[in-house]
């Protein structure tokens, strides 16, 4: 017997994730990249984005970013842990730590980094980031180089200071 519950649940992330994939089909229409993001809440969308990378000239304009910005924005607070963010692509490392700095309550992703990488021929210059994050720092491509500086931890004091007088 099919659990109608469960099939509700299921038809309610597909008819979102089909609302970002068809805002990343368009979104490659207009000169964009083929992601798309919304976050909701309560059943509305209180924040969308899709990728304006090479638009805008700028690395950071990933969908789930510029989603998460504008569902911050809606709710005047980085507190998003009653929202779900829906991607059409898997989260890259960077909107997967915006994702984590708003503490969303759920994500949920269309299609998957693998089976891009296996069904078509799009290159994802993140790739080779996603293994690259488990070496040792300086064996990373992009060395990671921690210098000792004597006053490092001043802007953390002052912000604890600031945040014990809320």
Same mark, same amino acid.
């Given at each position: ?8 649940? =299921? !038809? ?9 994939? %068809? ?26 984005? =899709? ?8 690395? !950071? ?11 911050? %924005? ?6 998003? !842990? ?20 708003? =503490? ?15 069904? =078509? ?42 945040? %014990?007088?809320?």
């Amino acid at each position: 017997m099919p659990n109608i519950r469960q099939e509700v649940f =299921t !038809s309610i992330h597909e008819q979102w994730l089909s609302q970002t994939i %068809e805002m990343a089909v368009e979104n490659v229409k207009n000169g964009g990249g083929p992601f798309a993001a919304i976050v909701v809440r309560d059943g509305k969308i209180i924040g969308k984005g =899709t990728n304006q990378v090479h638009v805008l000239h700028d690395p !950071s304009a990933h969908a789930e970013l510029l989603a998460i910005r504008q569902a911050c %924005e809606t709710l005047q607070s980085i507190d998003l !842990s009653d929202c779900v963010l829906y991607a059409s692509g898997e989260p890259c490392p960077m909107c997967l730590g915006a994702a984590y700095w708003s =503490t969303v309550g759920h994500i949920y992703y269309a299609c998957g980094k693998q089976e891009v990488s296996e069904q =078509t021929d799009f290159q994802n210059p993140l790739d080779r980031y996603f293994t690259d994050q488990k070496l040792p720092g300086d064996q990373r491509l992009v060395p990671f180089v921690q210098v000792t500086c004597k006053n490092a931890l001043a802007p953390f004091y002052e912000w604890q200071k600031t945040t %014990e007088q809320k």
